[in-house]
Nanobody, 117 residues
Framework: QVQLVESGGGLVQPGGSLRLSCAAS????????MSWYRQAPGKERELVTT????????SYADSVLGRFIISRDNAKNTIYLQMNNLKPEDTAVYYC??????????WGQGTQVIVSS
């Protein structure tokens, strides 16, 4: 019954911004680190960013460092991805992800981000 539901994707011009959301349910959200991945057409799925459960430590792929910010709101069981100064190479389907100990990995359905002029 674990569910991850992304929203907020769309079409944006280079240099623009988007904020993605991932609403989680079916597990104790505050106990787990959460991640965003993305997959561009013809490319492998890649890890974009992760936020830990307790101390809110954040890590970012070099390609997005300084432009993207991950955050979480445990009261709302939601993580966010603020994407600034978007580039055409950011075009991808973005996926919310969690690895739940003793169970399995879970993925959201994905939300499309297209950066184009």
């Amino acid at each position: 019954q674990v569910q991850l539901v992304e929203s907020g994707g769309g079409l944006v011009q280079p240099g623009g911004s988007l904020r993605l959301s991932c609403a989680a349910s079916g597990f104790t959200f505050s106990l787990f680190a959460m991640s965003w991945y993305r997959q561009a057409p013809g490319k492998e799925r890649e890890l974009v960013t992760t936020i830990t459960s307790v101390d809110n430590r954040k890590s970012y792929a070099d390609s997005v460092l300084g432009r993207f910010i991950i955050s979480r709101d445990n009261a709302k069981n939601t993580i966010y991805l603020q994407m600034n100064n978007l580039k055409p190479e950011d075009t991808a389907v973005y996926y919310c992800y969690v690895r739940i100990t003793g169970r399995r990995d879970y993925w959201g359905q994905g939300t499309q981000v297209i950066v184009s002029s």
